[in-house]
């Protein structure tokens, strides 16, 4: 099982972005991450997170963090993604 945090070590060159990810199946829909989150995470008209940002911008990743943590079914996690073009 490989970790969802992303903390692997960067190539050099490259630029790392921070994204949020939802497991839809461990998800309830309860809809408190879009409230810790409203500028990251909207609701589909089911009450399930939607990710409305892909790459977070630092305040977003700060929310996003919170909303992370009080998933009560720990269906979000952030992941860091290495780019080389990103660098460039």
Not at 1 to 17: F, L, Q, Y
Not at 23 to 36: M, R
Not at 46 to 57: I, K, Q, S, Y
């Amino acid at each position: 099982m490989t970790p969802r945090s992303g903390a692997g070590p960067r190539p050099s060159g490259s630029a790392a972005e921070t994204r949020l990810r939802v497991d839809p199946v461990a998800c309830d829909g309860i809809g408190l991450c879009a409230l810790l989150a409203p500028d990251v995470i909207e609701l589909d008209r089911w009450g399930f997170p939607v990710v409305v940002r892909r790459d977070l911008a630092p305040r977003e990743v700060k929310a996003a963090r919170g909303a992370v943590r009080a998933c009560p079914r720990r269906a979000l996690w952030l992941e860091r993604v290495t780019s080389l073009s990103a660098a460039r």
